[in-house]
Each structure stands twice: as structure tokens, then as C-alpha cells.
């Protein structure tokens, strides 16, 4: 199993920016896709799922500003951030999502710097 994030960068507060999370080593049309971040010193947490129905979950601060899609054809994961905000600064990571919510891979691969400042 392979994750690779990609398409992180600095940004200042209120802009906007599209992650994209491209798997191998298994097939993501039969499994549950998320978003987790991680800020330095912090646990990461997910962020936002996409079921293999194409229902969706944000957390409570994410709801309103990004959007989760998937393309199964092309094995890819997206995250589409608006209204970027300094505390959404962290380490995005892509992974397939439990049942309970938890990562179902324990390979993460290196995920991707979101910086927001001014």
C-alpha cells in the first residue's frame, strides 16, 4: 500500500488550495477515503471522509470550507480547502478509513505541508 499526498504550500489566511492523494496496492472504490492532519505537537486527527457511496463527513471546523471528492477510475482522493485559516497549518495525510473512523492503513507516506500565514 502506497499514499501520496501532494499539492500542499503556503498560503495566506482566506486563500485556498487542492490536495490530491494518489494510491496503489489497493483499489479505493471499495473502501472508505479520508483526510487526517497533523500539527506539530498535536495527534492527527481526521479532518474529512468519503464513503464508497460518495457520502461524505467534515469535522466541525472543516464543514463549509472543504470538500472531499473521489475518482475511482483514477485510484485519486482530493481535498478542496477554502477560507484557509492559520490553525488548518499542518501535515496533510491521505488513508483508507474504518468503520470507526481510524486509518485502515498503517503506511502513511510523507503527506503534505499546509502552511497558512501571512
Do not use: H
Request: aromatic share 10%; with cysteine; net charge positive.
Amino acid at each position: 500500500v502506497q499514499l501520496q499526498a501532494s499539492g500542499g504550500g503556503l498560503v495566506q489566511p482566506g486563500g485556498s488550495l487542492r490536495l490530491s492523494c494518489a494510491a496503489s496496492g489497493f483499489m479505493i472504490s471499495v473502501v472508505a477515503m479520508g483526510w487526517f492532519r497533523q500539527a506539530p505537537e498535536k495527534q492527527r486527527d481526521l479532518v474529512a471522509s468519503i464513503s464508497t457511496t460518495g457520502i461524505t463527513y467534515y469535522g466541525e471546523s472543516e464543514k463549509g470550507r472543504f470538500t472531499i471528492t473521489r475518482d475511482n477510475a483514477k485510484n485519486m482522493v482530493y481535498l478542496e480547502m477554502n477560507s484557509l485559516k492559520p490553525e488548518d497549518t499542518a501535515v496533510y495525510y491521505c488513508n483508507a478509513v474504518s468503520a470507526s473512523g481510524r486509518p485502515a492503513y498503517t503506511s502513511w507516506g510523507q503527506g503534505t505541508q499546509v502552511t497558512v500565514s501571512s
